[in-house]
């Protein structure tokens, strides 16, 4: 099996599952923007690691604090004011932000909170991804143990393996409708 088709698989690393959502993204011709809270710019830097990366991606912000989170990437204050930053909700607006901010085909985030601490309400090991499409926005909910290294990685490594899903459902409806509906 290729590296990206067996991170895709659940087999790889965070560096192999970049490479396979770089690579979807540049055979439909689309880019990636990257909204970061807890892995502070790990999603980013995993990407641009993979040469041939400017092809597709478009930026990064990383939003560590949460005022960022309105201010930059148009999370609704009243729903960070009710909810905190670490919440399902966040990530898909922060998602839906950093696409239109920096002009993406496709924003993914991550949002939640690594340690030691628990924060708003949270406690250590919750996270939440996002992605959000040309048609379509999804979250995934996460409950991590491990160090707080651990966890930042592992949530890396999950919003790219879901922009790689998402990227491979957008591909197979492209085909059945040039197919017809078949």
Known sequence: MRAGAEAAAGGGGV???????LRLLAESDQTVAVAESLTGGMVAAELTAVPGASRSFRGSVTA??????????GVDAGLLAAEGAVNAQVAVQMAAGVRRALGASWGIATTGVA??????????????????GPADEKTVAL??????GEIRRESARTVLELLVSELRENVRGQDTEQNGGI
């Open 64 to 73: 560590y604090a949460t005022e960022l989170k309105h201010r930059v990437l």
């Open 15 to 21: 560096a192999a599952v970049a490479a396979e959502a």
């Open 143 to 148: 409950r991590l143990n491990g160090s707080r």
């Open 115 to 132: 340690g030691p601490d628990p924060q708003d309400g949270q406690p250590v090991g919750t996270v939440f991804v996002a992605v959000a």
